[in-house]
């Protein structure tokens, strides 16, 4: 790699781990369902306009073929999107960004065990090691997070492992049934898919009152920064170094997540959830890594284990 592909590979888990900061500063202001409604929204028209100015193919609907595919676009959008997205915002009402952006980091130890049970991948002695490893992680940090453990914290917690569960269907899901679609295209229609799920919901439960402008501002940068401008990072890792060296962002999300939260939201961080971090990150090698004879190039619908959060 040269040194702009590891500056890259900075900024986007700069950008990602960025994500939880804002979800934080904004969920109270405009409600899980609308915010994260109006960031699918916007993300996924400007991606559109992207990936239609930078992909060279036949045309928009011969490529996307909507009238086949539309089921199963719907179906990426709920698994990585609209669900996982919305279940984080939950969780950030009442838990810190950082519990919430380290909770997040155990989405690939999920992935395992989805495809594991779907029949997609071999479930070998070192991914469950690495599950096992991961369970204990979350507990260290959970119950070494600066937070009065009762039913609410309880169920945010849940909610980020659900949003962690939810992006490990969705990709092993994707993994069988969008091929042969470029990873831009392939955003698209997950971001685009979410925004009509979400559409009913997020329309109904949009605030009475307008939110404040720091809410305001930090859903333009969720939408701006930390989900378009992301993606255009992470397409150019992929072309440039490749989906194995791409993935290894996941180590950097929940570090940077930590990290702007401790700076900017002056929320603590105990040395309980830097060792519970630590577990899960060595869990999450265990699980990802591969000996360079396994690793195979994936089809071009198919994104690496990592997901924006």
């Given at each position: 790699m040269k040194p702009i592909h590891y500056a890259a590979l900075l900024l986007l888990g700069a950008v990602w781990g960025a994500s939880f900061l804002f979800i934080g500063m904004a969920a109270p202001g405009f409600g899980p369902l609308s915010l994260m409604f109006a960031r699918v929204l916007v993300a996924g028209l400007l991606m559109l306009a992207v990936a239609t100015l930078t992909q060279r193919q036949a045309g928009l609907r011969a490529t996307l073929r909507l009238r086949r595919n539309w089921r199963t676009y719907l179906i990426v959008g709920l698994f990585n999107s609209a669900l996982p997205f919305t279940l984080i915002a939950f969780s950030e009402l009442r838990l810190t960004a950082s519990l919430a952006a380290i909770l997040n980091s155990t989405t690939p130890l999920f992935t395992a065990l989805v495809a594991?049970?779907?029949?997609?991948?071999?479930?070998?002695?070192?991914?469950?090691?690495?599950?096992?490893?991961?369970?204990?992680?979350?507990?260290?940090?959970?119950?070494?997070?600066?937070?009065?453990?009762?039913?609410?914290?309880?169920?945010?917690?849940?909610?980020?492992?659900?949003?962690?569960?939810?992006?490990?269907?969705?990709?092993?899901?994707?993994?069988?049934?969008?091929?042969?679609?470029?990873?831009?295209?392939?955003?698209?229609v997950q971001l685009l898919g979410a925004a009509v799920i979400l559409a009913a919901p997020g329309v109904l439960a949009w605030p009475a009152e307008r939110p404040s402008p720091g809410a305001i501002g930090a859903l333009a940068a969720l939408i701006l920064l930390s989900t378009t401008f992301a993606y255009i990072l992470y397409f150019f890792l992929l072309k440039n170094v490749g989906p194995t060296r791409t993935a290894s962002?996941?180590?950097?999300?929940?570090?940077?997540?930590?990290?702007?939260?401790?700076?900017?939201?002056r929320e603590p961080f105990s040395v309980w959830m830097l060792l519970g971090m630590a577990i899960i990150l060595t869990s999450v090698g265990l699980v990802t890594s591969r000996r360079a004879d396994q690793v195979r190039p994936l089809p071009a619908g198919q994104l690496p284990d990592t997901t924006p959060p």
């Open positions: 594991a049970a779907w029949g997609s991948e071999r479930l070998t002695g070192r991914k469950v090691w690495g599950v096992l490893l991961g369970v204990i992680g979350v507990a260290v940090l959970v119950g070494g997070a600066p937070l009065a453990i009762n039913g609410g914290i309880i169920l945010a917690v849940l909610a980020s492992l659900l949003a962690a569960l939810s992006y490990g269907l969705g990709t092993v899901y994707a993994s069988r049934h969008i091929t042969g679609l470029p990873a831009a295209y392939a955003s698209t962002v996941t180590f950097l999300v929940p570090v940077f997540g930590s990290l702007w939260a401790v700076l900017f939201l």
